[in-house]
């Protein structure tokens, strides 16, 4: 319907001009549309300021995912990747028009860090946040932390038992936070002395 196909013009148009921010915010030569035109830059996959990726993905629950999915990678002087950052624009028929942003960085060997946020036109939300530090264990402590938020309508009951009928199949909704921490303290680099703690909230929904 015409309706539909406002909504898509609406969401793509939003999203692309969302990304072109976001990359001009990350790294100005990355995000110049006047770069993208110069045709030597495309002879080496390694010098593309993104790369295109067309996304599918099946659930036997969720049904098939077909999308967009760009990626950009900014490297330092010695081409070593540093920061990541991976939008997706998809179609899900039971979840409808939805989308993610990724940011993965990587200042050093010894931290890195990620925050991806996503959902759908259909209740589906999802917001993880990821830091890790003292990988290398070159200090006497290490800590790693991540906060996550997460709404699934597409998780799926099938009754009790191997005879269960299939009048028994339910859908369902999982609504979940939680959170996840570690705190070590490092006597080698390989011997580690760590407290973690892991709470979790879940709601069922029908």
Known sequence: ??????????????????????????????????????????????????????????DPNGDTTIGFLPVWLFTNDKKEIQQMFAPDLTYNPTL??????????????????????????????????????????????????RVRYERDPTERFFGVGNNSDKGDETNFTTEQFFAESRLGLNLSHSVQLALELRPRYVNIQE
């Open 1 to 58: 319907s015409s309706l539909v196909v406002r909504r898509w013009r609406i969401l793509a148009s939003l999203y692309f001009l969302l990304v072109l921010l976001t990359c001009g915010a990350a790294s100005a030569s990355a995000a110049n549309p006047a770069s993208w035109f110069d045709l030597t830059r495309w002879r080496d996959p390694r010098d593309w300021p993104f790369i295109p990726l067309p996304e599918v993905a099946t």
């Open 96 to 145: 409808g028009v939805g989308g993610t942003l990724r940011f993965f960085s990587y200042p050093s060997d010894d931290t890195q860090w990620y925050i991806v946020a996503g959902g759908a036109e259909k209740l589906d939300r999802d917001i993880d946040f990821l830091y890790s530090t003292g990988r290398t264990r070159q200090e006497w402590w290490s800590f790693d932390g």
